[in-house]
């Protein structure tokens, strides 16, 4: 059987959470898509599991005019990934695009909950669907955990990926799997 799974990144968790490890003192690894305050990502995320990736949807609010907002969605929507589906060869390989959803705000220091409304929303529409298996959510913001348990008693299981700093141990608990994000982002620390 063939395990359908929709992703849902949390872009300004995933690259605050970045930033910050980065800030104190650790070595990013090779195969980061990067922009400041915008993206973070590496082709690793989707080889940590066999499923079939319906899609991956990347939340993240921008300050700027529309031309800004428009070079935001093209870049991320340029950042492609690859995963095996279940029972096909291992040397079969598919791809896709990060699918972008981005939210204006008014300036950069301005908060906003556009990401976690709509991201919230767009999980519990896709845990409805008989046809998926599996959310795959990017974030480790403690606010979702009463997403993940909901999800879960619908019968859906929840995997999780995100960054040791600012992770809510009890949303990595609720998770039926967990990608630690640290791991693929950079260079193991010295002993």
Same mark, same amino acid.
């Given at each position: 059987? @063939? ?37 973070? #990502? ?34 991320? @929507? ?41 991201? @919230? ?37 929840? #995997? ?32």
């Amino acid at each position: 059987m @063939t395990h359908r799974l929709m992703g849902f990144a949390d872009g300004e968790n995933l690259v605050a959470r970045y930033q910050a490890i980065v800030k104190a003192g650790r070595t990013p690894r090779a195969g980061i898509e990067y922009e400041k305050d915008v993206l973070v #990502w590496h082709e690793e995320i989707t080889e940590q599991f066999v499923s079939d990736v319906v899609r991956l949807s990347y939340y993240q609010t921008v300050s700027g005019d529309d031309l800004k907002l428009e070079e935001i969605h093209e870049r991320i @929507t340029g950042v492609r990934f690859g995963y095996s589906p279940e029972n096909q060869d291992d040397s079969i390989t598919y791809s896709g695009s990060l699918y972008p959803r981005i939210f204006k705000k008014e300036s950069r220091s301005a908060k906003t909950k556009s990401v976690d409304i709509n991201l @919230t929303i767009d999980v519990l529409r896709h845990a409805a669907d008989p046809r998926i298996d599996i959310i795959f959510l990017l974030s480790g913001d403690g606010d979702f955990l009463p997403l993940a348990q909901e999800v879960s008693r619908n019968g859906k299981q929840v #995997w999780l990926a995100a960054f040791s700093s600012g992770l809510s141990r009890r949303l990595r608990h609720v998770a039926d799997e967990f990608i630690d994000l640290d791991e693929l982002f950079f260079e193991p620390e010295a002993t």
